[in-house]
Nanobody, 115 residues
Framework: QVQLVESGGGLVQSGGSLRLSCAASGSGFSFHVMGWYRQPPGKQRELVAVLLTGGSANYGDSVKGRFTISRDNAENTVYLQMNSLKPEDTAVYYC?????????WGQGTQVTVSS
């Protein structure tokens, strides 16, 4: 059974940094896409960043230039380095992985940015 386990969330002051990690286990295969989405309080889930196996990345407009996604293919782990955090980055962050038509989600990790 595939599991995605996030870690690294927490409380940080505005302007600070956090690094999220998501480790996949139980797959036996390499995901085509791994990435991050977030759901702010009272809002819909939105794209943060995704990374394809070939190395190309897509970022949500609100995080471009501040967040960086990276991946360790050998470990099936994806990271999200978040710099210059703002209060509007407060959300539950979800790890996401795709393998052909199969979509997997982590349980989410809370990121809270205080002003």
């Amino acid at each position: 059974q595939v599991q995605l386990v996030e870690s690294g969330g927490g409380l940080v002051q505005s302007g600070g940094s956090l690094r999220l990690s998501c480790a996949a286990s139980g797959s036996g295969f390499s995901f085509h896409v791994m990435g991050w989405y977030r759901q702010p309080p009272g809002k819909q889930r939105e794209l943060v960043a995704v990374l394809l196996t070939g190395g190309s990345a897509n970022y949500g407009d609100s995080v471009k230039g501040r967040f960086t996604i990276s991946r360790d293919n050998a470990e099936n782990t994806v990271y999200l380095q978040m710099n210059s955090l703002k209060p509007e980055d407060t959300a539950v962050y979800y790890c996401n992985a795709l393998y052909y038509a199969r979509v997997y989600w982590g349980q989410g990790t809370q990121v809270t940015v205080s002003s």
